[in-house]
């Protein structure tokens, strides 16, 4: 998947806060080079870095009204959160890590279960052609052997699917459906919030570095994002338009502080992609269309289970920042607008959320990985086809012996 950013500074040259000890080394050292959203912001950090604390304060409250006045020319005041994510229609769900770990483990507990069962027919047939190949005879028994083999192969054996239709095409597809994936997101945008999205705000196809799907520059003015695979390219924007709308709310912190300021500045960073995530989240919970939407895709359990598990974390905090929407969601039963909402109401990390993260981090490691568990599947389907192939030249080995006995015999 493509990676979800807004610039993210470096850390600067300020102690990390004390939660940043655990983080992986490249934590605090995202590439400061091309993800500046602009060469003032640049001169500001270097500035900052150069005259030290006593500098800071003066710095950080002239940045901060500039970017401000920047903000509120475009989105409007910052006293009320105009944009916030509204309530879903009820019943519209999504599914947490937890959950979808969960199901994982039934699936693969009955997956084993069912591949066992399987392992053990095909030992029962094993032992059936054993005793053939001693007696060589009793070639009626061989044909049900032979019959008992192909159906055990049938199943290990995934009937061809349908011809799958290229990202290309399905790109297209979505483009007719919806129109251009700038005006749905844009329509997405004002069903979610009740709000269109400012006139002033623009979308600019950017050729940007392939590990960065999009960001957001200029203060949420300009939207920036490669266009590519359609559904990819909803997520991204919608996800650089809920770093926006962030940025109005009262509590946010990190887009007014100039970076690697402030001991808070990384919780806030992790708060604002937790937000702009729930925020996609939220919004996409208005798709329609179940093929766009399963394309789109809930959040990225994949990149949790990277962080969880003590991956690398080289997303500029989007592995670590969806841990906590997740964990959010998950507070909040599953409503992703409710999610938003609460993820925001504070400057600081909601206690729960972050016991929620450390529960999932310890579902993992005491079981195993949903890739391991794939893994293992997988490991265990290849051997038991193996093993069912090699039953089939048994049989078929067996029958040519006793057919030429057979013949021999009939002399
Ligand atoms: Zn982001």
Request: glycine share 8%.
């Given at each position: 998947m493509s990676t979800l950013s807004r610039p993210i500074p470096s850390a600067g040259p300020f102690p990390a806060p004390a939660e940043q000890r655990d983080a992986p080394a490249s934590e605090a050292s995202a590439p400061l080079e091309a993800s500046l959203p602009s060469r003032g912001i640049r001169r500001t950090a270097a500035i900052a870095a150069l005259v030290g604390v006593a500098g800071i304060f003066g710095v950080?409250?002239?940045?901060r009204s500039s970017r401000s006045q920047e903000y509120e020319a475009t989105w409007g005041s910052l006293s009320m959160p105009a944009f916030t994510p509204q309530d879903l229609t009820p019943g519209v769900m999504s599914k947490t890590f937890a959950q979808s770990l969960l199901e994982q483990r039934e699936?693969?507990?009955?997956?084993?279960d069912f591949l066992s069962g399987l392992s053990q027919e095909t030992d029962r047939l094993s032992e059936?052609?054993?005793?053939?190949?001693?007696?060589?005879?009793?070639?009626?028994?061989?044909?049900?052997?032979?019959?008992?083999?192909?159906r055990i192969r049938t199943i290990l054996r995934p009937a061809s699917s349908a011809p799958l239709i290229s990202s290309a095409e399905l790109s297209a597809q979505f483009e007719a459906t919806h129109g251009d994936v700038v005006s749905y997101a844009k329509e997405l945008f004002h069903r979610v919030t009740g709000k269109q999205v400012p006139s002033s705000v623009v979308f600019t196809?950017?050729?940007?570095?392939?590990?960065?799907?999009?960001?957001?520059?200029?203060?949420?003015?300009n939207v920036r994002y490669t266009k590519g695979e359609y559904a990819a390219n909803l997520r991204t924007i919608l996800h650089e338009l809920g770093h926006a709308v962030y940025l109005g709310s009262e509590t946010n912190e990190s887009g007014w502080v100039p970076f690697g300021l402030g001991a808070s500045t990384r919780n806030s960073m992790l708060l604002e992609e937790c937000a702009a995530e729930l925020f996609y989240l939220a919004a996409a919970s208005y798709i329609e269309d179940p093929l766009l939407r399963k394309?789109?895709?809930?959040l990225d359990s994949e990149r949790i289970q990277d962080w969880l598990t003590g991956?690398?974390?080289?997303?500029?905090?989007?592995?670590?920042?969806?841990?906590?929407?997740d964990a959010y969601l998950e507070l909040a039963g599953g409503n992703a607008s409710a999610a938003y909402r609460m993820a925001t109401a504070s400057t600081s990390i909601d206690p729960r959320a972050l016991a929620i993260v450390e529960r999932n981090r310890e579902m993992l490691r005491t079981g195993l990985s949903p890739t391991e568990m794939s893994e293992r599947m997988l490991a265990a389907h290849s051997q038991l086809l193996k093993t069912v192939d090699a039953l089939a030249e048994r049989t078929s080995a067996l029958t040519r012996t006793q057919a030429l006995s057979k013949a021999d015999g009939d002399k």
């Open positions: 950080d409250s002239s940045y699936r693969y507990a009955a997956r084993m059936k052609i054993s005793a053939l190949e001693k007696n060589r005879s009793g070639i009626h028994e061989i044909s049900a052997i032979q019959q008992e083999t192909d196809d950017s050729q940007l570095r392939t590990d960065r799907g999009g960001e957001i520059e200029n203060f949420s003015q394309e789109t895709g809930p991956a690398p974390d080289t997303s500029h905090h989007h592995n670590e920042g969806f841990s906590l929407s």
